[in-house]
């Protein structure tokens, strides 16, 4: 039982304030990298804002949407930004949004999905003349697993907190997950493309640990994967 509070507890601590804190010890210090994370903005409104993020050295990380691969006036739109950001030396590096349905970010339980569109975000960007170097995978439960705990924890109901996180735990195996990305991982690497992780800061507790018990539970598989970066979540809605 003491195992059972302790891990709520840290999960409403994690939903009730942003924390930030490093994901591992680096031996030699990086430079600072500054990008933004674009999820909503079309991308025709995003090419103007270009100038500026040239002129403050920020990359652009940046969401594109199943049905964005589909649609010709939003690949033009794509394509166009993509165009401007090269002549402007701006990184881009996208990730893919997948339906709400399919579970919208990645995790344990879509990681098929989540292969399939990447692959089809790489032809499709390959075929407008932009290869990515890049691509990130964003590691978060499904949306509809979000609203059920933020609905709990709000009422401070942590049984039923719990019980939705046990419930998601015993649906899907993380350590076949884990495996599954690996494999992608290790698949944009043959094509010469790096992958950046980010994931809730609230799995850092498994790291301490050695154990995957919110890694399972939110159904986020970060460690044991041979990412190229890997950042953690300061700031969510949920935060607050």
């Not at 003491?2 to 994690?14: A, D, E, G, P």
């Not at 994901?23 to 991308?43: K, R």
């Not at 270009?50 to 939003?74: H, N, T």
């Amino acid at each position: 039982m003491r195992r059972i509070t302790s891990l709520v507890t840290l999960l409403c601590l994690t939903f009730a304030a942003a924390f930030a804190r490093p994901a591992l010890a680096s031996p030699s210090p990086l430079p600072p990298q500054i990008a933004v994370w674009s999820e909503f903005m079309p991308y025709a409104e995003l090419t103007p804002l270009l100038p500026e993020l040239q002129k403050r050295a920020v990359s652009l990380y940046l969401a594109v949407r199943e049905s964005s691969l589909d649609s010709e006036r939003e690949l033009d739109d794509l394509s166009k930004l993509l165009q401007q950001a090269h002549r402007l030396g701006v990184e881009v590096r996208p990730w893919v949004l997948l339906d709400e349905k399919a579970g919208y970010w990645s995790n344990k339980w879509n990681y098929d999905e989540t292969e399939a569109l990447t692959l089809k975000l790489i032809q499709r960007l390959t075929a407008l003349g932009f290869k990515p170097s890049w691509i990130i995978l964003d590691l978060e439960p499904p949306p509809s697993q979000l609203r059920a705990l933020s609905a709990r924890l709000k009422k401070s109901d942590l049984p039923g907190a719990w019980k939705i996180l046990v419930e998601a735990s015993r649906n899907g195996k993380i350590s076949e997950a884990r495996a599954k990305y690996r494999s992608l991982v290790e698949k944009l690497h043959t094509l010469s493309i790096r992958v950046h992780a980010v994931a809730n800061p609230i799995i850092l507790h498994d790291f301490k640990t050695g154990k995957s018990s919110l890694e399972s539970a939110l159904g986020t598989p970060v460690r044991g994967i041979p990412w190229d970066e890997l950042s953690f979540m300061v700031y969510r809605p949920e935060f607050k």
